[in-house]
T-cell receptor, first 113, second 112 residues
Framework: NAGVTQTPKFRVLKTGQSMTLLCAQD?????MYWYRQDPGMGLRLIHY???????AKGEVPDGYNVSRLKKQNFLLGLESAAPSQTSVYFC????????????FGEGSWLTVV | GNSVTQMEGPVTLSEEAFLTINCTYT??????LFWYVQYPGEGLQLLLK?????DKGSNKGFEATYRKETTSFHLEKGSVQVSDSAVYFC???????????FGTGTKLQVIP
């Protein structure tokens, strides 16, 4: 029972490099989210999706792009990484927003040097 | 907009002590409320939830009651263990807002 799976788990990037984080869920959930977690700031929503083919901006979208071409996958892209994007990234999914449980992946640790 | 406010940590307790972590919220609708727990190096896991006023969520000895009159959802446990050391997040989900709002998290450290 995989739930929400994120890859890669760890990555070190040089400033200016690009990369994509992949999130996959096997629960047939409509909603998917990308959060970043920084010390003292809790979880901040980067982008989210309410269904296949849709994306929307969260609280801190700048410097990131996302795509939801398939219902089960939600990709987070960094086109030109910056040290300020050093963080732990969490993907999550839920059936909908009406009070149902949100399920998290195990996190992706990204360091930009 | 919606918001969640948690007490700042870290909270340090001795084993078997009583735990309270305060959480208050602001929402325009009738949200569902959650407590999530994050153990070191892991993602967030649902600890308990309550979907309407006066509901009590409970799990693993933890409890929280949805208090609409005080807009609160405080987390309690009667006797904490070292294994409860983690970061605890209060959150709300409000239909129509399309996303879950999290508090900043409260780190709990339980010492033997």
């Amino acid at each position: 029972n995989a739930g929400v799976t994120q890859t890669p788990k760890f990555r070190v990037l040089k400033t200016g490099q690009s990369m994509t984080l992949l999130c996959a869920q096997d629960m047939n959930h409509e909603y998917m989210y990308w959060y970043r977690q920084d010390p003292g700031m809790g979880l901040r929503l980067i982008h989210y999706s309410v269904g296949e083919g849709t994306t929307a901006k969260g609280e801190v979208p700048d410097g990131y792009n996302v795509s939801r071409l398939k219902k089960q996958n939600f990709l987070l892209g960094l086109e030109s990484a910056a040290p300020s994007q050093t963080s732990v990234y969490f993907c999550a999914s839920s059936r909908d927003s009406s009070g149902n449980t949100i399920y998290f992946g195990e996190g992706s640790w990204l360091t930009v040097v | 907009g919606n918001s969640v406010t948690q007490m700042e940590g870290p909270v340090t307790l001795s084993e078997e002590a009583f735990l309270t972590i305060n959480c208050t919220y602001t929402a325009t609708g009738y949200p569902s409320l959650f407590w999530y727990v994050q153990y070191p190096g892991e993602g967030l896991q649902l600890l308990l939830k309550a979907t309407k006023a006066d509901d009590k969520g409970s799990n693993k000895g933890f409890e929280a009651t949805y208090r609409k009159e005080t807009t609160s959802f405080h987390l309690e446990k009667g006797s904490v263990q070292v294994s409860d050391s983690a970061v605890y997040f209060c959150a709300l989900s409000d239909y129509g807002y399309q996303k879950v709002t999290f508090g900043t998290g409260t780190k709990l450290q339980v010492i033997p």
